[in-house]
């Protein structure tokens, strides 16, 4: 049965379906970059709302900038903007489909369309997901890239932008000019400190082509932190057979596992539904919750994700079950990582990671290897640097975390140790290939990426062991390597 409002009564009795009038939503929310995560996160406890009678006025309208963006919403507007999502239990499958979208922004050239449904005075926020990587942040001193192609474009051209932040900025400036007001800027994205750097991207943004716009905005509006958590594959052709068993049509189903966490600060110039309601957690201590997160369930995928690629192990759950990688992996996180993670309410470090190790290994799920290793340069100087740097800094141990350094090196030389070719995977891959061949006969080579390592080539602790490690990578194999780090 093909989606859309028409089919609802007719969809079988074992999947939940939006029992409110969908006709009667107002918008309230525009949802910049709008895949998986989004649509099982944010979207779904909004919708968990919407099926209480409440928040019927904050109705999420779908938006993008980029290729991508322009085919989801063509899908998602022949099923009326609904999903299904499928909860992915070691015990069971169920299937539940949100209603909470009700509109998707026309993608094109200039961003017209998104930044005039910006600056409508029904729009009170404009959340996104557009990856760790996609603010324009250099990733070593973490300020604001100005010279990046694209924003020297949308700073010489700020009624017709490129980026998604551009076109915030614009409709930030018909807001203040026609008295609107401001909206709220909330970022989903798995970045420490994600609000503040959204204010930081969008407030640099407007100065460079209106200052005065840019005190406004500073002055005006908010940038929530969050911290999101669950673990949602890509959709493939497993996701589209999944929703079929349970006689849905759908072309862009969702999978997740049964669990989810949304902290959030709370700070809404313009309002903000009831989250808490339905599970979310309102907190001053975003950080500390951001941390336990990042530095042990993100930077603990990249623990074994470069490994694995390696390796050629594809599905999550698979590595997991490898004896060697997953000694590996309890070794650097009891070890090397959550020892300097402060504890947050509720749950000690050391309790977070067992649960994370006990979803990583839910055989339902499959998460892959390729999908977590996407954007290693992003991901390992936000998530694994921070932590090597700390240790280095009170003397703890890092060798496990040169070795992983050293994987993901390997991993960018581009093949698997089987011979199979590593398809690019970065948005910096030719470069990262390309400095990764060189570091085969000079490893140093790789950690002189300053763009992403910072100082740490000059630490001789943590360089001379990832020397180590590649050597004895590219001499031994890396399960070997591994071996030699467990009975270090």
């Given at each position: 049965?093909?989606?859309?409002?028409?089919?609802?009564?007719?969809?079988?009795?074992?999947?939940?379906?939006?029992?409110?009038?969908?006709?009667?939503?107002?918008?309230?929310?525009?949802?910049?970059?709008?895949?998986?995560?989004?649509?099982?996160?944010?979207s779904?406890?909004?919708?968990?709302?919407?099926?209480?009678?409440?928040?019927?006025?904050?109705?999420?309208?779908?938006?993008?900038?980029?290729?991508?963006?322009?085919?989801?919403?063509?899908?998602?507007?022949?099923?009326d903007?609904?999903?299904?999502l499928?909860?992915?239990?070691?015990?069971?499958?169920?299937?539940?489909?949100?209603?909470s979208?009700?509109?998707?922004?026309?993608?094109?050239?200039?961003?017209?369309?998104?930044i005039?449904?910006?600056a409508?005075?029904?729009?009170?926020?404009?959340?996104?997901?557009?990856?760790?990587?996609?603010?324009?942040?250099?990733?070593?001193?973490?300020?604001?890239d100005?010279?990046?192609?694209?924003?020297?474009?949308?700073?010489?051209?700020?009624?017709?932008?490129?980026?998604?932040?551009?076109?915030?900025?614009?409709?930030?400036?018909?807001?203040?000019?026609?008295?609107?007001?401001?909206?709220?800027?909330?970022?989903?994205d798995?970045?420490?400190?994600?609000?503040n750097?959204?204010?930081?991207?969008?407030?640099?943004?407007?100065?460079?082509?209106?200052?005065?716009?840019?005190?406004?905005?500073?002055?005006?509006?908010?940038?929530?932190?969050?911290?999101v958590d669950?673990i949602?594959?890509?959709?493939?052709?497993?996701?589209?057979?999944l929703?079929?068993?349970?006689?849905?049509?759908?072309a862009v189903?969702?999978?997740?596992e049964?669990?989810r966490?949304?902290?959030?600060?709370?700070?809404?110039c313009?309002?903000?539904?009831?989250?808490?309601?339905?599970?979310?957690?309102?907190?001053?201590d975003?950080?500390?919750?951001?941390?336990?997160?990042?530095?042990?369930?993100?930077?603990?995928?990249?623990?074994?994700?470069?490994?694995?690629?390696?390796?050629?192990?594809?599905?999550v759950?698979?590595?997991?079950?490898?004896?060697?990688?997953?000694?590996?992996?309890?070794?650097?996180?009891?070890?090397?990582?959550?020892?300097?993670?402060?504890?947050?309410?509720?749950?000690?470090?050391?309790?977070?990671?067992?649960?994370?190790?006990?979803?990583?290994?839910n055989?339902?799920?499959?998460?892959?290897?390729?999908?977590i290793?996407?954007?290693?340069?992003?991901?390992?100087?936000?998530?694994?640097?921070?932590?090597a740097?700390?240790?280095?800094?009170?003397?703890?141990?890092?060798?496990?975390?040169?070795?992983?350094?050293?994987?993901?090196?390997?991993?960018?030389?581009?093949?698997?140790?089987?011979?199979?070719?590593?398809?690019?995977n970065?948005?910096?891959?030719?470069?990262?290939?390309?400095v990764a061949?060189?570091?085969?006969h000079?490893?140093r080579?790789?950690?002189?990426?300053?763009?992403?390592?910072?100082?740490?080539?000059?630490?001789p602790?943590?360089?001379?062991?990832?020397?180590?490690?590649?050597?004895?990578?590219?001499?031994?194999?890396?399960?070997?390597?591994?071996?030699?780090?467990?009975?270090?």
């Amino acid at each position: 049965m093909l989606l859309s409002n028409a089919t609802l009564p007719g969809l079988a009795d074992n999947v939940l379906r939006p029992t409110y009038d969908r006709s009667k939503l107002t918008p309230g929310i525009v949802h910049i970059g709008l895949g998986n995560f989004h649509r099982a996160h944010q979207s779904w406890y909004l919708h968990r709302l919407m099926e209480r009678g409440l928040a019927h006025d904050w109705a999420i309208v779908g938006a993008g900038v980029r290729p991508y963006d322009a085919v989801q919403r063509e899908k998602l507007k022949a099923q009326d903007y609904l999903t299904t999502l499928i909860e992915l239990d070691p015990s069971g499958k169920s299937a539940e489909v949100v209603g909470s979208m009700i509109d998707y922004v026309e993608v094109v050239d200039g961003n017209g369309p998104l930044i005039a449904r910006m600056a409508e005075p029904a729009i009170r926020i404009v959340a996104l997901t557009v990856t760790e990587g996609g603010y324009y942040i250099d990733p070593a001193t973490k300020s604001f890239d100005e010279s990046h192609p694209d924003i020297v474009h949308d700073a010489a051209h700020p009624e017709s932008p490129r980026t998604a932040f551009g076109a915030m900025v614009a409709a930030l400036r018909l807001r203040r000019d026609r008295g609107v007001g401001p909206f709220t800027g909330q970022s989903c994205d798995n970045l420490q400190g994600n609000g503040n750097i959204l204010r930081q991207t969008i407030v640099s943004l407007a100065r460079l082509s209106d200052p005065a716009l840019a005190d406004w905005i500073d002055a005006n509006c908010t940038f929530p932190n969050s911290m999101v958590d669950c673990i949602v594959p890509a959709t493939g052709h497993q996701e589209l057979a999944l929703a079929r068993e349970f006689g849905i049509d759908d072309a862009v189903p969702v999978t997740h596992e049964n669990f989810r966490q949304w902290v959030i600060e709370d700070a809404f110039c313009q309002g903000r539904p009831p989250w808490d309601k339905v599970g979310a957690q309102f907190s001053d201590d975003v950080h500390g919750y951001e941390m336990q997160k990042i530095r042990i369930l993100n930077a603990g995928h990249q623990c074994f994700a470069n490994v694995a690629e390696i390796m050629d192990i594809a599905v999550v759950s698979d590595i997991m079950r490898h004896p060697t990688i997953r000694a590996f992996f309890s070794k650097v996180e009891t070890e090397e990582i959550v020892p300097l993670v402060v504890p947050v309410p509720g749950k000690t470090p050391i309790e977070y990671f067992r649960l994370i190790e006990e979803r990583f290994s839910n055989p339902a799920i499959v998460d892959t290897a390729r999908r977590i290793a996407f954007d290693g340069a992003s991901r390992h100087p936000g998530m694994v640097i921070p932590t090597a740097r700390e240790a280095l800094a009170s003397g703890a141990p890092v060798a496990g975390l040169a070795l992983v350094e050293a994987a993901w090196c390997r991993q960018c030389y581009g093949t698997r140790e089987n011979g199979h070719v590593i398809e690019a995977n970065d948005p910096h891959w030719d470069d990262l290939m390309a400095v990764a061949k060189q570091a085969k006969h000079d490893p140093r080579a790789w950690l002189g990426m300053r763009q992403y390592y910072g100082d740490l080539a000059d630490k001789p602790v943590f360089a001379e062991a990832f020397d180590r490690w590649l050597r004895m990578i590219w001499a031994e194999g890396v399960e070997a390597t591994m071996k030699a780090y467990l009975a270090s």
